[in-house]
């Protein structure tokens, strides 16, 4: 039997682990990931950085926050929109 078909004498996880599927990852899921985990905490400095910096007042930090994250939602939308020629 090949060693490419599942067998029992392999843990999921290690099938997993080892599993040559095509699915490795690139350039495009690295600033993929890096978006997700850092787009809210540098939206949430800038909607601050503008209240500290006397742009607006103290109740206007959650919409600017708000637009922020819209404006870099439909940015990112936007490139892959762009990049991926559709």
Sequence with gaps: MSKDIP????SIRERGTYAND???PT?????SSLFFLLSVPALVTAAYG???AGLYAESAVVPA?????VASLAGV??????RTGW
């Design 7 to 10: 067998t029992e004498e392999k």
């Design 22 to 24: 095509g699915n490795d």
């Design 27 to 31: 350039l495009a899921s690295y600033l």
């Design 50 to 52: 503008g209240y500290w």
């Design 65 to 69: 926050f708000a637009g922020l994250l």
């Design 77 to 82: 939308f936007g490139i892959m929109h762009y």
